[in-house]
């Protein structure tokens, strides 16, 4: 038996509107660069896969904000999103670190012990993001979110590629790196919201030449820009996590 779709979706006479469902389309494009992105690092090409990973983040960020403004919110798509995100930013990211950093190993090593803790934490978060409702994380996210911790799982593959061969020396440092971004995952820390951020019209004279020149470096520079982004983040969590404290004290 099939279940009900919501009624957003669906015109008077039970018919579906087309165009309601590219969100869903979307995410299911997103899945599909997902397994696509594990694909490349199984053929050893690590480059191609993050690329195809870097482009699911973007889905993911575009699915939900076409879906608001086709007005076509449902609860099959919130699902639907929930198990992408699961795959996509939870086992992906750590399948493809494990591929092109430590795939020589034949023995489960403490490194794959903490891929899986990723991957765990990456579903307990989402989890939990889902049992909230939507006005209680409207202006912030407890915890990283899901694609920003893919971001964070990937920076030993940028290190790799911009070759940087102490990430496969220490893989213990590697493995505690892991540990410690699932745990950015399921902690409590406060961490900004895009979904409520805005930007002052008056600030757009700056912002708009920056952000055109962060797409041309992702697009000359990725791994350098990749891992600046990642430990930029790192670094303004403290920053965000205070001024968050200071506001509600």
Avoid at 39 to 56: E, P, S
Avoid at 151 to 170: G, I, Q, R, S
Wanted: proline residues 5%; charged residues 15%.
């Amino acid at each position: 038996m099939t279940e009900p779709l919501d009624r957003d979706l669906t015109q008077s006479k039970g018919r579906i509107r087309p165009l309601m469902l590219l969100p869903n389309f979307m995410t299911l494009g997103a899945v599909c660069v997902g397994l696509t992105s594990v694909r490349f690092a199984l053929d050893g090409r690590v480059d191609l896969a993050v690329i195809a990973l870097v482009l699911a983040m973007i889905l993911d960020g575009l699915d939900g904000r076409v879906a608001r403004a086709l007005n076509s919110t449902s609860r099959i798509g919130k699902e639907l999103d929930t198990l992408a995100d699961f795959f996509n930013f939870g086992i992906a990211p750590g399948l493809i670190v494990h591929l092109a950093l430590f795939s020589e190993s034949t023995r489960v090593d403490f490194t794959w012990v903490a891929i899986m803790v990723v991957a765990a934490c990456c579903a307990y978060r989402l989890a939990r993001f889902n049992a909230h409702d939507d006005a209680e994380i409207a202006k912030t996210f407890e915890g990283v979110p899901a694609p920003t911790l893919a971001l964070l799982t990937l920076l030993p593959v940028y290190l790799h590629l911009l070759e940087v061969e102490m990430v496969t020396e220490v893989p213990g440092l590697v493995s505690a790196y892991l540990i410690f971004c699932g745990f950015l995952a399921v902690s409590q820390v406060p961490t900004v919201s895009l979904k409520s951020f805005k930007i002052p019209s008056a600030y757009m004279f700056i912002v708009v030449p920056l952000m055109i020149t962060h797409m041309a470096s992702l697009l000359i520079y990725p791994w350098e820009t990749l891992t600046v982004m990642s430990v930029v983040y790192l670094l303004c969590m403290p920053v965000f996590a205070y001024r968050h404290q200071s506001l509600d004290a």
